[in-house]
C-alpha cells in the first residue's frame, strides 16, 4: 500500500491519476498547504522542499521501503514500477521523458506564475500578467501543435507526459487562454478528461479544497513563511 501525502492541486493530481490508472493501492494523507502543513517536520522527512505531493512505498525496487518527491519523479518511479505509461524502448522513452521534462520545466512553473499574477498576487502588476498570460499561451499553441500530428504527446500512446500535463491545463481561463483557440489540445483534453481514472484521480480531495481568500493561507503560500530556515 502506497502512502501518498498530497493536496488537490495540479502536481497531486499527477500522482493520484497514475495511481488510478495503475490500479495500484494507495492512501491518500491531506496536506493542507494552506494551513502551513507543508512546513511539519514529519512531512519535510520525505519533501525537503516543503511541496506536495511525496509517496512512501514500502516495496521500493530493492524489496525495502522508499520515499520520493517531485511529480515528475514519483510518475517515473510509478511507471517503472508497473511496466505502464512509458515505453522500455529507448527511442520512445525518450519521447516520453523530453514532453515530461518540458511540462516540469515549462507548463508547471510558467502556467503557476500566470495563476499567480492573474489570480493571487496583493498588486496587479500589468507587465506581470501580460508577460504570463503571453507565455501560457504560447505553450498551449506548442502543445496543439504537437497534438495536431500525435494523438498523444509522446507519440500514439497515453502515457505519463500526458498524465502531467493535462491537470495543469483545466485552469485555462484562469491563465487567460481560450481553449477553443487551440482545436487539436482541446480534442486531446477532452478525451483525457473522459477517462474513468482521470476522472477518480481528480476526485481525491476535491472536497478539501477551497478559495485562498484569508492572510493566513496567502502567507503559508505565498509570503514569509516559505523562506524560514527549518
Given at each position: 500500500?502506497?502512502?501518498?501525502?498530497?493536496?488537490?492541486?495540479?502536481?497531486?493530481?499527477?500522482?493520484?491519476?497514475?495511481?488510478?490508472?495503475?490500479?495500484?493501492?494507495?492512501?491518500?494523507?491531506?496536506?493542507?498547504?494552506?494551513?502551513?502543513?507543508?512546513?511539519?517536520?514529519?512531512?519535510?522527512?520525505?519533501?525537503?522542499?516543503?511541496?506536495?505531493?511525496?509517496?512512501?512505498?514500502?516495496?521500493?525496487p530493492d524489496g525495502q521501503p522508499i520515499s520520493l518527491?517531485?511529480?515528475?519523479?514519483?510518475?517515473?518511479?510509478?511507471?517503472?514500477?508497473?511496466?505502464?505509461?512509458?515505453?522500455?524502448?529507448?527511442?520512445?522513452?525518450?519521447?516520453?521523458?523530453?514532453?515530461?521534462?518540458?511540462?516540469?520545466?515549462?507548463?508547471?512553473?510558467?502556467l503557476g506564475q500566470a495563476h499567480h499574477f492573474r489570480?493571487?498576487?496583493?498588486?496587479?502588476?500589468?507587465?506581470?500578467?501580460?508577460?504570463?498570460?503571453?507565455?501560457?499561451?504560447?505553450?498551449?499553441?506548442?502543445?496543439?501543435?504537437?497534438?495536431?500530428?500525435?494523438?498523444?504527446?509522446?507519440?500514439?500512446?497515453?502515457?505519463?507526459?500526458?498524465?502531467?500535463?493535462?491537470?495543469?491545463?483545466?485552469?485555462?481561463?484562469?491563465?487567460?487562454?481560450?481553449?477553443?483557440?487551440?482545436?487539436?489540445?482541446?480534442?486531446?483534453?477532452?478525451?483525457?478528461?473522459?477517462?474513468?481514472?482521470?476522472?477518480?484521480?481528480?476526485?481525491?480531495?476535491?472536497?478539501?479544497?477551497?478559495?485562498?481568500?484569508?492572510?493566513?493561507?496567502?502567507?503559508?503560500?505565498?509570503?514569509?513563511?516559505?523562506?524560514?530556515?527549518?
Amino acid at each position: 500500500m502506497i502512502d501518498v501525502y498530497s493536496w488537490p492541486t495540479p502536481n497531486g493530481h499527477k500522482v493520484h491519476i497514475m495511481l488510478e490508472e495503475c490500479g495500484l493501492p494507495y492512501r491518500a494523507h491531506p496536506v493542507n498547504i494552506g494551513a502551513g502543513e507543508q512546513f511539519k517536520p514529519e512531512f519535510l522527512a520525505i519533501s525537503p522542499n516543503n511541496k506536495i505531493p511525496a509517496i512512501v512505498d514500502p516495496e521500493g525496487p530493492d524489496g525495502q521501503p522508499i520515499s520520493l518527491f517531485e511529480s515528475g519523479a514519483i510518475l517515473v518511479y510509478l511507471a517503472e514500477k508497473t511496466g505502464r505509461f512509458m515505453p522500455t524502448q529507448a527511442r520512445g522513452r525518450y519521447e516520453v521523458m523530453q514532453w515530461l521534462m518540458f511540462q516540469m520545466g515549462g507548463v508547471g512553473p510558467l502556467l503557476g506564475q500566470a495563476h499567480h499574477f492573474r489570480i493571487y498576487a496583493p498588486e496587479k502588476i500589468a507587465y506581470a500578467i501580460d508577460r504570463y498570460t503571453k507565455e501560457a499561451n504560447r505553450l498551449y499553441g506548442v502543445i496543439d501543435k504537437r497534438l495536431s500530428h500525435s494523438a498523444f504527446l509522446a507519440g500514439d500512446d497515453y502515457s505519463i507526459a500526458d498524465i502531467a500535463t493535462f491537470p495543469w491545463l483545466r485552469s485555462w481561463q484562469n491563465q487567460g487562454v481560450q481553449l477553443s483557440d487551440y482545436p487539436h489540445l482541446q480534442k486531446w483534453f477532452d478525451g483525457i478528461a473522459a477517462r474513468p481514472a482521470v476522472q477518480r484521480g481528480l476526485a481525491v480531495m476535491a472536497e478539501l479544497r477551497k478559495p485562498i481568500t484569508d492572510a493566513q493561507s496567502r502567507e503559508n503560500l505565498f509570503g514569509s513563511a516559505q523562506y524560514v530556515k527549518r
